[in-house]
C-alpha cells in the first residue's frame, strides 16, 4: 500500500509562492503508471483538482490555475511538489497530495485511489 | 471547466437506502465511464468509494454502489448506518483533455 505525506510552510504571504512536497512511500514517483496529483479543499468547501506530473516531468493542470501552478519531481528523493505563484487569500485551503492509475486494468483508471491527510496552508499577511 | 452538480444535502434513517445523485454533462460524465465517489469525514482526507462508475475497491462494503444513466451518475448506500454520515463527492475523468473535474459536494445526514 502505498503513503503520501505533505510538507511545507503553513503560512505563506499574499503575492509569495506556495511550496509543498509529497514524499512517497511504498511506491515509485518514477513510475510511469501512475498520475501523482495535488488537490485542495478551502475550509468549508469543496474539492478542486489542482494538476498532476506522470513520466517523471510530464504535466497538466487545471485550466484555471495553470497560469500559476508548477509540479515537478525529484525522483532521489521519491517526492514531486507543487508551486502555486501570486497567492491571494482565495489560495488558503487543505492540500493534498494524491495517486491515480494512468491505464485501464481490471476496470481501474483515473480514480485517486491514495491520498496523502492533508496539510492546511493559510495565506495572510 | 465546471463542477459537476450534487445536492447539498441527504438524510435518511438507519437501515434505509438513500441516492446521491451527480449530474454533469456529455463532455463530463456523460461520454466516460470514470467516473469515481469519494467519502470524507470531517478532518479526514477523502477516501475512494467508487470507480469508473460501478466498482468497489477492496475493503469496501457491498452497501455502497454505483451507476449511470446518460450525464448523470448515481452513489446508492443501502443498510444506512450511523458511520457513513459524511461529506461525498463524485469525479470525473476525461480522457479528451485529461483533467479531473469534482462535484459540489453533498452531506449525508443520518437522522
Known amino acids: 500500500q502505498v503513503q503520501l505525506q505533505e510538507s511545507g510552510p503553513g503560512l505563506v504571504k499574499p503575492s509569495e509562492t506556495l511550496s509543498l512536497t509529497c514524499t512517497v512511500s511504498?511506491?515509485?514517483?518514477?513510475?510511469?503508471?501512475?498520475?501523482w496529483s495535488w488537490i485542495r479543499q478551502p475550509p468549508g468547501k469543496g474539492l478542486e483538482w489542482i494538476g498532476y506530473?506522470?513520466?517523471?516531468?510530464?504535466?497538466n493542470s487545471n485550466p484555471a490555475l495553470k497560469s500559476r501552478v508548477t509540479i515537478s519531481v525529484d525522483t532521489s528523493k521519491n517526492q514531486f511538489s507543487l508551486k502555486l505563484s501570486s497567492v491571494t487569500a482565495a489560495d488558503t485551503a487543505i492540500y493534498y497530495c494524491?495517486?491515480?492509475?494512468?491505464?485501464?486494468?481490471?476496470?481501474?483508471?483515473?480514480?485517486?485511489?491514495?491520498w496523502g491527510q492533508g496539510t492546511l496552508v493559510t495565506v495572510s499577511s | 471547466q465546471s463542477a459537476l452538480t450534487q445536492p447539498a444535502s441527504v438524510s435518511g434513517s438507519p437501515g434505509q437506502s438513500i441516492t446521491i445523485s451527480c449530474t454533469g454533462t456529455s463532455s463530463y460524465v456523460g461520454g466516460y465511464n470514470y467516473v469515481s465517489w469519494y467519502q470524507q469525514h470531517p478532518g479526514k482526507a477523502p477516501k475512494l468509494m467508487i470507480y469508473n462508475v460501478n466498482n468497489r475497491p477492496s475493503g469496501v462494503s457491498n452497501r455502497f454502489s454505483g451507476s449511470k444513466s446518460g450525464n448523470m451518475a448515481s452513489l446508492t448506500i443501502s443498510g444506512l448506518q450511523a458511520e457513513d454520515e459524511a461529506d461525498y463527492y463524485c469525479s470525473s475523468y476525461t480522457s479528451s483533455s485529461t483533467i479531473y473535474v469534482f462535484g459540489t459536494g453533498t452531506k449525508v445526514t443520518v437522522v
Open positions: 511504498g511506491g515509485s514517483v518514477s513510475s510511469g503508471s501512475y498520475y
Open positions: 506530473i506522470y513520466n517523471s516531468g510530464s504535466t
Open positions: 494524491a495517486r491515480a492509475p494512468r491505464y485501464c486494468s481490471g476496470g481501474s483508471c483515473y480514480e485517486l485511489d491514495d
